[in-house]
């Protein structure tokens, strides 16, 4: 039996409780990659992905909320993607303030599904009102 190396630069698992059923958050090796499963698993499919040095990504996450928070981040996505560099970050704090929380707490990752619902509102909003600036002006450019 050959014991599974510990890759270096890798932290010790970070000790988690599982929000939905109280079961233990246990780091595992898939071939995405380290994740953070519930030991409830297959009863409990709560999840959280890794950093590379094996922290986890967020706060577990079950299936609504993976969805909410790919929705969440699509929406957030869009204000800033193929924008120069600070934009990212802009919008972020934009979000922050929006949301009436910290700037060091915006992070999809670790929103709960009421969260999610309103970073979609929000983003929405705000891409449509930034689509809509983008055809007025173009039209008075003629
Ligand atoms: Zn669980």
């Not at 014991?3 to 270096?8: D, E, L, W």
């Not at 090796?29 to 590379?52: E, I, K, N, Q």
């Not at 193929?82 to 929006?98: H, N, T, V």
Request: proline fraction near 8%.
């Amino acid at each position: 039996m050959k014991a599974r190396a510990v890759k270096a630069g890798i932290l010790p698992p970070v000790k988690m409780a599982c929000p939905y059923c109280g079961g233990s958050m246990r780091r595992r090796d898939s071939r995405y990659g380290l994740f953070y499963g519930c030991s409830g698993y297959p009863t409990c499919t709560a999840t959280v992905g890794c950093h590379p040095d094996g922290r986890p990504l967020g706060t577990p996450a079950n299936e609504p909320l993976k969805k909410a928070r790919i929705e969440a981040h699509a929406a957030f996505d869009v204000l800033w993607k193929g924008k120069p560099p600070p934009a990212r970050m802009k919008a972020y704090e934009w979000l922050a303030g929006a949301l009436g929380i910290l700037f060091t707490q915006t992070h999809i990752g670790m929103f709960d599904q009421a969260t999610c619902e309103r970073v979609v509102e929000l983003c929405k909003a705000r891409a449509g009102k930034e689509s809509e600036r983008c055809s007025v002006s173009g039209r008075s450019g003629r």
